[in-house]
């Protein structure tokens, strides 16, 4: 909570409590506006202080707690309360940021003492000295004000979300900054970046591997469809020579009697020598085809 420290005139208000506990907070209204208290307060001649005094804007501090500032009019119920001014008056509305800044004060206060948000120990200052105080101010509604802020959480990010809400949440997050600083997930939007990131740079790799697989598949079938036609045309090659030398006429062979001196071929290099020699024997001598 922001409290501006403003003092008062050491006239109006006692160092101490005498020891007494304090359990009670008045509530005032300053009939005018929060400088006019300022300015009431610096007055050593005014004898009157408060502890706070609470405007549209800004809370302002004029007593320290652990000191007796002179609001009651009742000094035994000054020793044991803490007292709080309010702006406005008769023509002066009391503004509802004024309501909430005092509901929080108040809130604070009753935490920090112990002091129940209740009518037995939250007056209005009539309820303590004949007075017009506090006026308009409605007491209840500050109360019941302090007791709903006792209820909320002091931190927006413990808002119970579900899980499907949360994942929501954490996939919005890494598409929109905006969305990631609003829930404070710009941690985990990093984090899911850098996992983006690296499955992205994974999957590259694997698809360059996969890319070079192929590549190396399509060069090793290249080269096998070589070998297969360059073994297809030599194949058909030998049957068209081997075709060639079943349909020589009978007479050549018959007549052939030097083929049976040559030793069985081994390799086709050597049968087409033996076909070679044979043809040419019996061409006599043409080897040409050879
Ligand atoms: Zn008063």
Known sequence: ????????HANNFQKGRNGTKIDRIVLHWIVGTLSAADSTFQNGSRQASAHYGIGPKEIHQYVKEEDTAYHAGNFPFN???IGIEHEGG???PIAESVYEKSARLVLDISTRYG????????????EIKATQCPGTLDVDRVISMAIAFKGEPEMANTINIT???FKELVQKATQSDAVADVFG???MDADLGNKVKKAVEDLKSEVTAARKDSGDAI?????????????????DELA???????NLPPKVVTKEVEVEKIVAPRTLGELFSVIGKFVSGVRGGDATNV
């Not at 909570?1 to 008062?8: F, H, L, P, R, T």
């Not at 002091?115 to 009539?126: A, T």
């Not at 060069?219 to 194949?235: D, F, M, P, Q, W």
């Not at 068209?240 to 079943?246: D, F, G, V």
């Open 240 to 246: 068209t020579k081997l075709k060639a030398a079943q």
């Open 90 to 92: 008769p023509n002066l």
């Open 219 to 235: 060069e090793a079938k290249s080269a096998l469809e070589k070998t297969v036609a360059a073994l297809t045309t030599e194949r």
């Open 163 to 165: 899980n499907d809400k």
């Open 1 to 8: 909570m922001d409290i501006k420290w403003i003092g008062a």
């Open 185 to 187: 997930f710009d941690r």
């Open 79 to 81: 020793l044991r309360s």
């Open 115 to 126: 002091i129940p948000l209740d009518r037995q120990h939250i007056y209005k200052h009539s």
